[in-house]
């Protein structure tokens, strides 16, 4: 299976801030990238799949982008909103896998 | 209103079984694959199982071949997952989830239910 590592962990953050997420994986994918939030006790939300093809009714504030083996997903102006866990997924290849997760907190 | 809404879990002992159902609306629920995707407490997510929009075709994670059966029955727009000699690794949150297309265990996920706890232990 591939392997994806997302970087970093975790970190703090302003409202406002510009913030960058990096999803790497261990085999090329193309473009095969998706871009999940979740919030405590919520389901999984799709952000952007194929690496940087925005869902219908996230906000313009989110974009990805990348192709091969390195993504990344950046938020433009940080909202309060925006607090939240984010996963990377690649579905180039069965099985598809996610990342670890990357906590986005308050500073 | 697109909505997938999931049933069925609980607490289980070591060994014993469960079914979930995921009931689907507001989509042409036999024209996409279907997923099930679970999180252990404080955990990321791990794809379990998958089956194509005709339900001819199923997937499975390796850590649950074997033991875990999913199925759809279109005529009711309703997913399931027979989760047989359960263990108590399998303990987590279960969700279903749409694809994006008709393409079974490896495609994004655009519509996801709000989950059902499974937990196993004596």
């Known amino acids: 299976a591939i392997r994806m590592t997302q970087s970093p962990s975790s970190f703090s953050a302003s409202t406002g801030d510009r913030v960058t997420i990096t999803c790497r994986a261990s085999q090329g994918i193309s473009s095969y990238l998706a871009w999940y939030q979740q919030k405590p006790g919520k389901a999984p939300k799709l952000l952007i799949y194929?690496?940087?093809t925005l869902q219908s009714g996230v906000p313009s504030r989110f974009s990805g982008s990348g192709s091969g083996t390195d993504f990344t997903l950046t938020i433009s102006c940080l909202q309060s909103e925006d607090f939240a866990t984010y996963y990377c997924?690649?579905?180039?290849?069965?099985?598809?896998?996610f990342g670890q997760g990357t906590k986005v907190e308050i500073k | 209103e697109v909505q997938l809404v999931e049933s069925g879990g609980g607490l289980v002992q070591p060994g014993g079984s469960l079914r979930l159902s995921c009931a689907a609306s507001g989509f042409t629920f036999s024209s996409y694959a279907m997923s099930w995707v679970r999180q252990a407490p404080g955990k990321g997510l791990e794809w379990v199982s998958a089956?194509?929009?005709?339900?001819?075709?199923?997937y499975y994670a390796d850590s649950v071949k074997g033991r875990f059966t999913i199925s759809r029955d279109n005529s009711k727009n309703t997913l399931y997952l027979q989760m047989n000699s359960l263990r108590a690794e399998d303990t987590a949150v279960y969700y279903c989830?749409?694809?994006?297309?008709?393409?079974?265990?490896?495609?994004?996920?655009?519509?996801w239910g709000q989950g059902t706890m499974v937990t196993v232990s004596s």
């Open positions: 089956i194509s929009g005709s339900g001819g075709s199923t």
């Open positions: 194929a690496a940087s």
């Open positions: 997924q690649q579905y180039y290849s069965y099985p598809g896998t």
């Open positions: 989830a749409k694809a994006l297309e008709d393409v079974p265990g490896y495609d994004a996920f655009d519509i």
